[in-house]
């Protein structure tokens, strides 16, 4: 026996694809996103998401280097969430507000519960939401896109001192000659003001002076990107968008005048970037298909009501909070049939031969030859 | 890939699509040469071990029983070479365990022709006579699971066979035994396909085939042609199948053709079905009328470490070390080879020692040097990231994601109730696709293994 040979358990192959490639492709598909964003929105822009992702990564660094949580820095999923949390914030968030979101991003959302692959919530939405909780005011003040000058000077805001009120925006906004409403998010408008934007111009965002956040026309495409790689599974954001289409349509057809048409609600928000990116995250969703489309079709359903429900203006951060936390329970309810455990006697259409030949005789056999389906079929001699 | 093969017509749900590196699919299969020693064990198939029917020193001729048992689920060994039994005791068997073996030393100047033969006429025999016949050949599956192919076509009393399907899928990658003796052996594979026919009572036959062996099918094709011209009334079909891992499985084959799931836990039969698989049948069309026994087999001997891969006819016992010298597998002098696998890449078995023969259920020897391992040496493990890949390739219908979770956390008996444990065949898809690299079916191995020893 001269040479070492080593015993390993089959299979001996395996897929290129691992944990890192998936996390970097979706870093990837993200880019386009920021690059958009930061064009819409100038040097703030920019600085929010450098600052966020930095503080995501850090704090990444700290509990990996602690030992306190699994996997590892160059697996990018903290690059993930931080930049999906700076995209929901803001543009002109004030950045050591931001820097707490992306700590408290980790932290809770992802270190506290042994980390990748064990999170219970999405980490960027956790983040989120204990911003939402700490700081209503600065997180509902958003400024138009396209102003003009904003790769040259930052929105007052974001350089605010730590624990001080930020600079108010909408004076900024005044002495620019710029109504003060337009820094209200279209659904605020909507929800507070009764005024509607039309859909096309939220889907592509180009139209200027909106405060809308990145362009869902974008997120879309990058998303389909992903889905055609499998990187993303499509079921979810198709049932998440479904269902808050049809819920939202089918209140519009009850009453037209209460309820604004389906399209604006899904345009609107952050319900694409919700759909595409948050609901899809895979270690909060279930593994189960059936209990894909279950869990997105409720992410839509609730993100539906509580836009026109509750006193929030905007709702998937809490749809997709609430679906994370149901996701088990319909993981549970959603298994998959095994082979053979199903309906038996159901014979697919795709059957090239009948299962019983009983009667066929070999004449008969002959006159009805099975289709080919795959290969020409070569004439008998 | 998921679009494409839904508009195609899907064959079976799930699975995957690994690389198919079939190197040796144009070669043309070689005999290799005989060794000077071979090593039979006497557990080579699923069943009662036989026992040794010949003494230490006692002269035997190629072909000669040297093992049986008089139990219905065992088939009888013989000698593969003409020589002396040397040694009937423990060598190194391939689960790395040492097993009992019969060692024989060829005689320096045997001819080593098939002389113990007894050549009949079975065209008048009945389906009972041609299961005696098969019995006597020694015949297990040669597709890598060594059923005693004799249990395998004889039909209970109570249950009737209409389709005898007969399995060329190969789906392994790497592996073209099958390919290969389907386009060099198809008249024998139409003789063995007719007598398995007769055994069960089978109507029809139905040969799979993958896709990506047109020239095997169109070779079966003429070959069922010019039998037909010949005056053979059984109706033979061959139907390409697409390729997609694991259609091998005769679950999964029988879905691809008759659209029709097996019921869990139940065998072919139940649809009135028996599956075998092309080599085993096209040995059995050509022992069966000269009435030798299984003696050799076709083994792909292939991987990156092999300098000439390719389809050779090795002698039941020969040692793999042989096998290798002879293929030019210089990585295992060079101290490189890292890896020696019997069976194909998906579900073979690694094996510890180069001293393991060839035995009948071995369809290929792999050879990986250390430079193809790296990449998946250097693969980081995560936990499960739930990404839902395995779900969505396991064949069987399972949800490995959660099996793996729950083997972590050794729950063994609510994997077996809730989550049909058993249902699993090991085809390694999950683990194949897993981007967490997470050893799943190994910890199905594990548990399916506590939970036989706890009902045990």
Known sequence: MSAPIEIRSAPHVQSAKTVETIMRHVVYSLLPICAFYVFQYGVSALASIVVVTGACLLTERFFVGTGTQAGRLPDYSAVITGLLL??????????????????????????????????????????????????????ATYTPSFLPGRFAEFIPSTHAVPLMIPADAALWLKAKSLDALAGATPLAKWKFDGVL?????????????????????????????????????????????????????????????????????????????????MATDMATSPV???????????????????????????????????????????????????FGRGVLDRVKKRATYPLNPGYISREEANAVTPKKRFLPNKPKK | MKLVSYFRGEAFQRGVHPPSCKLTAE???????????????????????????????????????????????????????????????????????????????????????????????????????????????????????????????????????????????????????????????????????????????????????????????????????????????????VEAVPTKYPQGAEKMLITALFGAEMPAGGLPIALGMVVSNVGTLAALGKLLPLGQGLTERVVTVTGPGVAKPGDYRVILGTPLKFVLDYAGASAVDAMDARQVILGGPMMGQAIASLDVPITKGVSGVLVFRAEDMVEREARQTYPCIKCGECVESCPMGLNPSTLGMLAAKREY??????????????????????????????????????????AA
């Open chain 2, 413 to 454: 008996e609510l994997m077996g109730e809730k989550y049909f444990l058993g249902d699993c065949f090991e085809c390694g898809c999950c683990t194949y696709v897993c981007p967490s690299n997470i050893p799943l079916v190994q910890q199905f191995r594990v548990a399916k293994q506590i939970l036989r020893e706890k």
């Open chain 1, 86 to 139: 700076a995209l929901t914030l803001p543009p002109g968030f004030p950045l050591w507000m931001g820097a707490v979101a992306g700590i408290v991003a980790i932290a809770l959302g992802k270190a506290l519960f042994g980390g990748i692959g064990f999170n219970v919530f999405n980490p960027a939405l956790v983040g989120r939401a204990f911003v939402q909780a700490a700081f209503p005011t600065a997180i």
């Open chain 1, 288 to 338: 189960t298909p059936k209990g894909m489309w279950v869990y997105g079709a409720l992410i839509g359903l609730l993100t539906v009501v509580i836009r026109y429900y509750s006193g929030l203006p905007e709702g998937v951060m809490y749809a997709i909070l609430i679906a994370n936390a149901a996701s088990p329970l319909i993981e549970k309810i959603t298994q998959p049939v095994p």
């Open chain 2, 27 to 237: 070669r043309k299969i070689r005999r290799l040469p005989f060794p000077d020693r071979v090593t039979v064990p006497l557990s080579q198939h699923i069943g009662k071990t036989p026992r040794p029917i010949v003494r230490v020193g006692q002269e035997v001729v190629r072909g000669q029983p040297i093992a049986r048992s008089d139990e219905w689920l065992s088939v009888p060994h013989h000698a593969p070479l003409s020589g002396v039994v040397e040694f009937i005791g423990l060598r190194p068997g391939m689960r790395g365990t040492w097993i009992e073996a019969i060692v024989i030393r060829a005689h320096p100047g045997a001819t080593q022709e098939d002389l113990w033969g007894r050549p009949r006429d079975l065209s008048q025999a009945s389906g009972q006579d041609i299961l005696q016949a098969i019995w006597d050949t020694g015949m297990v599956g040669l597709g890598g699971a060594a059923f005693p192919t004799h249990a395998k076509l004889s039909v209970p009393k109570q249950a009737k066979v209409h389709t005898l399907v007969v399995n060329g899928c190969e789906c392994e990658p790497y592996l073209t035994c099958d390919h290969r003796v389907m386009v060099e052996h198809a008249t024998d594979l139409i003789a063995g396909i007719r007598y398995a026919m007769r055994a069960t009572g089978a109507v029809r036959s139905i040969i799979g085939v993958e896709d990506n062996k047109p020239d095997a099918v169109l070779v079966l094709r003429q070959a069922i042609a010019d039998a037909a011209v010949a005056g053979v009334s059984e109706e033979i079909h």
């Open chain 1, 197 to 277: 934007a039309n859909a096309d111009e939220l889907l592509t965002s180009l139209s200027g002076h909106m405060a809308v956040g990145p362009s869902p026309l974008l997120i879309l495409l990058c998303g389909a990107y992903l889905a055609s790689r499998r990187f993303m599974d499509w079921r979810i954001p198709l049932a998440v968008l479904g269902s808050a289409a049809l819920t939202a349509w089918l209140l519009y057809a009850f009453d037209a005048t209460r309820y604004p048409n389906p399209f604006f609600m899904l345009f609107s928000g952050g319900l694409i970037l919700g759909a595409v990116y």
